[in-house]
């Protein structure tokens, strides 16, 4: 199915955003921290044309589903929520939005911690844009997307995601600081390449485990007195709390560092060095990591090739991201897999996306 097949005719208009993958600064963003994500090379594309009756009519490729919105006063679910918060945060902010016909195709794994909700939304919002010739900047995008996760999808999230999907490219790293949202685009270190694999692990703790980080972590900081553990910068101060506060507040503020760090210009070897370190403190601090996530950690370290490699989003499951040599992804990434199968577990390459090099 295309457009012109769901909806009788072509489209006016199209655009596209990327997923993202995290490089460095985890479980920061909500200690008011640094976060280093870039974008992966699978992106969301979104076709946008007038609708001819007075409802807006959503189709998702990936789902093969059409959703028809009847009341605007009230919120669909499903993926439409997304398309539609895109719509109503831009009238809320005073624009009007006609009636349309949205169309949307994907290859951002769902579901796998790429980002595939901030690839629609931004997609959608960049769309709508150039439809109706908007105002708005690249980091308003990221805003009203956030918005729309927040309050249509129901997704209390950061603004990472938004952000990297709307301001990085596979080619360079976001630097943002969550609190001030000061940013900096910043190069991909030297002759390396991204390689994400899933551990084939599902997050089946994530959400508990994320939680009672969090509270850890606002605890820490009420105790040493200061609004957030990014206000942290003396590693010292921290050794006074009580365990397991202290090892929870010593990932943060390392983890920081090792951002910062990259912020003054590393080579790629420092920034593998850099990731290393971020797992070690992810297993070992923040203990996040599970045994499938530090295997297969381990082997991408011990492989030549690899400069650093270290799980990423929220952990306890989902995957791990590595720094590689470039132009090497695609071996490395097969032998990989055969020795994490050797070790019991069955992982899956996210990035590179052999569909998509095999295209061109
Ligand atoms: P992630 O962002 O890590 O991929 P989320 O659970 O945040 O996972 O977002 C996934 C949801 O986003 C999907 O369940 C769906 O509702 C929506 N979504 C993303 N991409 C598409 C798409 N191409 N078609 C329809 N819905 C999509
Ligand atoms: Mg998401």
Known sequence: MDFQQVFGKSPETQASAPGRVNLLGEHTDYNDGFVLPTTIPQSTTVQLGLSSDRQHHFYSENFNEQVSILDINHTPSGFASYIFGCIEVLQKAGYTIPSLCVYVKSSVPMGSGLSSSAALEVATLRGLRQL????????????FAQQAEIHY???QCGIMDQMASSLADT???LFLDTRTLERRVMPLPEKAE?????????RTLASSGYNQRRAECEEAARSLGVKALRDITDAEVIEKLPEPLRRRARHVVTENNR???????????????LMNASHASLRDDYEVSVPALD?????????PGVFGARLTGAGF???CVALVAADEAKSIATHILEQYKQAGYTGQILVPSWELSDAT
């Open 194 to 202: 991204i390689l994400v694999i899933d551990s084939g692990v599902p």
């Open 171 to 173: 080619e360079h790293i």
């Open 153 to 155: 999808a129901g997704v």
């Open 259 to 273: 951002v910062l760090e990259v912020l003054q210009g590393v080579t790629s070897e420092r920034f593998g060095e």
């Open 132 to 143: 109706l010739n908007l105002p708005i900047d690249d980091v308003e995008i990221a805003q």
């Open 295 to 303: 295997t297969l950690v381990e082997l991408l370290q011990k492989t």
């Open 317 to 319: 499951g989902g995957a």
